[in-house]
């Protein structure tokens, strides 16, 4: 058997094993007691300055009790998680600043941009058309296309609703309004799509153009759309000089 408590120098063995046990044991409830754990402290201070020898002459420095070591412990831990949450989100609005575009200066817009052009924009010197072609017939009076391909219902148009314009050397001219809300020009010479021919579409209010490239002859026609007739443009590849020496 363990023999009885014996104080040490002012100490009091008992008092302090009994403040140990509620600090240190499997039921321990000083963690409340805020009087008992300030007296446990300054009694395992002066045992600890009783019992050991002095071998360097500056102060000693008392072991820490359970409870403090781990509330420094967990307000360690909190300022560890709060520090690493300021920088993820530093680095999220870093990442989110330079996803955003770049603004220019005002005064500098004027010196780097130049203006879009329009699309309905035409020059004063744009030259006459070659030819024109008027309407011809409307709907059910217009010839019908010759369509073995099925061109017309690619392009959402009705056979019997196109617009018929005068003949262009041995080509057929039809224009239409198509289901999908576009204006469609068409040019043929036997069926669409088999031979010679081209045709364009466009959206409602924009200019309509058809064109026909003719390799061996250098040179291409353009078929452009209007109100109630359609212009045709010839244009020729220019002679090579050094051919021609």
Not at 211 to 236: C, M, N, P, S
Request: hydrophobic residues 40%; negative net charge.
């Amino acid at each position: 058997m363990d023999g009885p408590l014996r104080s040490v120098e002012g100490v009091d063995a008992g008092e302090l094993e009994r403040l140990r046990r509620r600090a240190y044991g499997r039921d321990g409830d000083i963690a409340g007691d805020v009087a008992a754990q300030a007296r446990l402290s300054e009694l395992e201070a002066s045992q600890h300055r009783q019992l050991t020898p002095v071998i360097d002459p500056g102060p000693s420095v008392p072991a820490v009790p359970w409870w403090r070591r781990r509330r420094w412990l967990m307000i360690l831990g909190g300022a560890t998680a709060a520090l690493a949450l300021i920088t993820v989100h530093v680095a999220w609005l870093s990442q989110l600043r330079a996803d955003e575009p770049t603004a220019i200066p005002a005064n500098t817009l004027t010196e780097t941009a130049l203006p879009a052009p329009d699309a309905q924009h035409r020059l004063d010197d744009v030259p006459a058309p070659d030819f024109v072609l008027a309407l011809k017939s409307v709907g059910a009076d217009a010839d019908e296309p010759q369509d073995n391909l099925g061109t017309l219902d690619a392009l959402g148009l009705s056979a019997n609703e196109l617009r018929e314009y005068e003949d262009f050397g041995g080509l057929s001219v039809w224009s239409g309004q198509s289901r999908y809300g576009t204006v469609c020009l068409l040019v043929a010479d036997e069926a669409i799509r088999e031979r010679n021919g081209a045709e364009g579409c466009s959206p409602k209010g924009l200019e309509t153009v058809a064109e026909i490239v003719w390799f061996q002859a250098q040179g291409l026609t353009r078929f452009v759309l209007k109100d109630d007739h359609v212009e045709v443009y010839q244009f020729h590849r220019a002679a090579d000089p050094q051919k021609a020496s």
